[in-house]
């Protein structure tokens, strides 16, 4: 009677937060309340696939749908981002039928790094893919080797790994584990001999703490590493970006087959060898996923298009305390070559709780934007003066603030030429948005 009572009560939930706009994660919340153990009275399907890590999961997740629905598999996922046990409860309790089975061939879930064990509690994925580890959201997560000791009940024996193999830290999982399955780049026109950014948080090794060496970087500390006190390092890849052309925006996986990138970001690369390697091993065809992944638009609203004016502009969402984010989205402005503003807007620095711990600004590599086509830099919102205070340590001088949200996009839509770049969080884009006109 509770596991029908909880099901029940979710599609109710579901279907009232649906006609109000909201209830991704109330509803399951409220099944867990009647039912504590519902997710292991469930009838699931035969793949569950699991994304989670640091940066990523959002748009791994859709691409790895997308990929699956081409090759004809039913697939019910978490679109709505919703990545805690509350809200994996409401997907997993919205498709299923009143006797608990869910109605799909795949199970695909985004999962919050830190809360994967709480939802994997009654169940486990066949697949688990994860993209990264890196410092993300300093007040809630503390430092990245805590985010893996939170995440590694998660991981069940008979799960198969799929694995960045260009991470020192998330690559450890693969320790003890015998179903793994490695993606990562090869050396190519995009790296670097050493670790970028303003810090390193690849120096010492993850498993003995001991210095670490490095053949080539792609981005930060993320690359073909080295530990030669304890020999842990890069592994093979059994899917590889065997050559990436940013500028021309095409990548080739393996060698064999080619995709076009509709956004030309190393981060995209990743995500979209990730979203391969996870179907690839689903049985889909090389074929089929190459397809649907050039020129993918990802609908998750990462990055949007909007014009100010005669002006166009350009909004890439980078996640507010993770400094990895804003440094991927500041090299994408550029290696753009394109003359152009850079509005930077900080309004809330999280979704989730209200905090002013602003430190990670000093972790983005801001002097990334010091490079000729970027003609000025635009500071706003609530934490301007934090931002300004940042900026007044890098040697760009081309900034100014103007705290308005409204009144820097009426400037910027009023004066000066050239494409507009906006960089801000989920939390703060429609609040630029609005001030906008759209483009489809």
Same mark, same amino acid.
């Given at each position: ?25 109330? !509803? ?7 039912? !504590? ?14 994304? =989670?890590? &640091?940066?990523?999961?959002? %748009? ?9 629905? +081409? ?10 981002? /919703? ?60 430092? !990245? ?8 009940? +998660? ?11 260009? #991470? ?71 899917? =590889? ?10 990548? %080739? ?11 030309? &970001? ?51 969402? /980078? ?7 804003? $440094? ?18 900080? #309004?809330?620095? /999280?979704?989730?709780?209200?905090? %002013? ?14 490079? !000729? ?30 705290? $308005?949200?409204?009144? +820097? ?7 000066? =030429? ?8 989920? %939390? ?13």
């Amino acid at each position: 009677m509770r596991k029908f009572l909880a099901i029940a009560l979710c599609k109710l939930g579901r279907f009232v937060g649906k006609l109000v706009g909201k209830g991704s994660s109330l !509803p399951g919340k409220l099944a867990l309340k009647v039912c !504590p153990d519902i997710l292991s009275r469930v009838q699931l399907p035969a793949h569950i696939i699991a994304v =989670t890590g &640091s940066n990523g999961k959002t %748009s791994t997740v859709e691409m790895i749908a997308a990929i699956l629905r +081409a090759d004809g598999k039913t697939v019910v996922y978490n679109e709505e981002g /919703s990545n805690q046990i509350e809200g994996v409860a409401t997907l997993i309790l919205t498709h299923a039928t009143m006797g608990g089975r869910v109605r799909a061939d795949v199970l695909l879930i985004e999962s919050d790094e830190r809360y994967a064990a709480k939802s994997f509690r009654y169940f486990h994925p066949t697949e688990f893919v994860i993209t990264n580890l890196y410092r993300d959201q300093l007040t809630r997560n503390g430092h !990245p080797e805590w985010v893996y000791d939170a995440l590694l009940p +998660a991981v069940h024996g008979d799960t198969e790994l799929i694995l960045n193999a260009d #991470d020192p830290l998330s690559s450890c999982f693969a320790r003890g584990h015998e179903k793994v399955k490695w993606f990562g780049l090869d050396q190519c026109s995009i790296s670097t001999d050493a670790p970028t950014g303003t810090y390193h948080d690849g120096a010492y090794c993850p498993v003995c703490h001991g210095p670490m060496a490095y053949d080539y970087v792609h981005y930060n500390h993320i690359g073909a590493y080295r530990c030669a006190k304890c020999g842990h390092q890069k592994p093979p890849a059994d899917y =590889t970006v065997t050559a990436v052309d940013l500028a021309s925006g095409t990548l %080739s996986l393996g060698g064999q087959v080619s995709v076009q990138l509709a956004f030309r &970001s190393i981060y995209n690369v990743y995500n979209i060898l990730a979203a391969y390697a996870a179907c690839r091993e689903c049985g889909v065809p090389s074929e089929t996923a190459a397809s649907v992944l050039s020129n993918y638009l990802l609908k998750n609203g990462r990055m949007q298009t909007f014009r100010l004016g005669g002006r166009h502009g350009t909004l890439l969402t /980078s996640k507010h305390e993770n400094s990895i984010a804003y $440094d991927t989205n500041l090299r994408y402005i550029a290696a753009s070559g394109t003359d152009c503003t850079v509005l930077i807007l900080v #309004d809330a620095v /999280s979704r989730k709780y209200f905090t %002013s711990e602003t430190s990670w600004l000093w972790d983005i590599d801001f002097d990334l934007l010091d490079v !000729p086509h970027v003609r000025e830099i635009v500071l706003s919102g609530r934490y301007c003066n934090d931002l300004a205070e940042r900026f007044s340590f890098t040697g760009l001088k081309n900034w100014r603030v103007q705290p $308005d949200i409204a009144a +820097a996009a009426a400037e910027l839509k009023t004066a000066g =030429t050239g494409e507009v770049y906006a960089v801000t969080c989920f %939390s703060d884009r429609d609040k630029l948005l609005s001030h906008v006109e759209k483009e489809a």
